[in-house]
Structure formats: structure tokens, C-alpha cells
């Protein structure tokens, strides 16, 4: 099983970019995809998660403010994270996590396997 996150990097302020995160191995066994950040010297927070398959649920932590959209693609494997309206305070290393279980979508510990990471810099 291996998540691999990408379309991290630098972006003005009030700007937008689209994260992905491909899914390979047995992502039948999947049942929620996450995507989490960590800032410098702050804990990992819930960003957004997707139900992997069947009904479309969704959730969003309150630090996207309506900003950020989660999706999925399930014919390419892959979730993505568009995030508009970009603020300095969303900087920080993105991650994209799956669960084999329906626990607590917000919290890192209901996760069974994580991505490398991409970086996310908004700054003008």
C-alpha cells in the first residue's frame, strides 16, 4: 500500500493550488482518505476527508473556512485537496493518509497508512 502526495508548492496569497494523492496496492481495503498538514513546531491538524468508495461523504476541519474542496477519482486512484483563497497560516507540509476503518476522520490515529508529504508555501 502507498499513498504518494504531490502538487505542493509556492503560492502568493489569495491564490490556489490542487493537491493529489495517488493511492496504489490494495486500496480495496480503504475506507476513508484524509489529508492532514504540520506546520513548524505545531501538532498535525485535519484538514478534509473523503469516503474511499459508495456514498460521497465528506469532512472538513475548521481551518479550510469553505476554502478547500476534497474529491475523489476512484477510476484514477486518486483523491485530490483544491485549495482556494490560500492564506500565509495554511502553509506547512500536506499529507494524504488512508483508513481501513470508519473511525473518527479528524483524528491522524484512525489512519493505518500515510504519504510522504508535499510542502505548501503561501507567501508574497
Known amino acids: 500500500v502507498q499513498l504518494q502526495a504531490s502538487g505542493g508548492g509556492l503560492v502568493q496569497p489569495g491564490g490556489s493550488l490542487r493537491l493529489s494523492c495517488i493511492a496504489s496496492?490494495?486500496?480495496?481495503?480503504?475506507?476513508?482518505i484524509g489529508w492532514f498538514r504540520q506546520a513548524p513546531g505545531k501538532e498535525r491538524e485535519s484538514v478534509a476527508a473523503i469516503a474511499w468508495s459508495g456514498t460521497v461523504s465528506k469532512y472538513y476541519g475548521p481551518s479550510t473556512k469553505g476554502r478547500f474542496t476534497i474529491s475523489r477519482d476512484n477510476a484514477e486512484n486518486t483523491v485530490y485537496l483544491q485549495m482556494d483563497n490560500l492564506e500565509p497560516e495554511d502553509t506547512a507540509v500536506y499529507y494524504c493518509a488512508a483508513s481501513r476503518t470508519n473511525r473518527q476522520p479528524n483524528r491522524p490515529e484512525s489512519y493505518d497508512y500515510w504519504g510522504q508529504g508535499t510542502q505548501v508555501t503561501v507567501s508574497s
Open positions: 496496492g490494495s486500496t480495496s481495503s480503504y475506507y476513508i
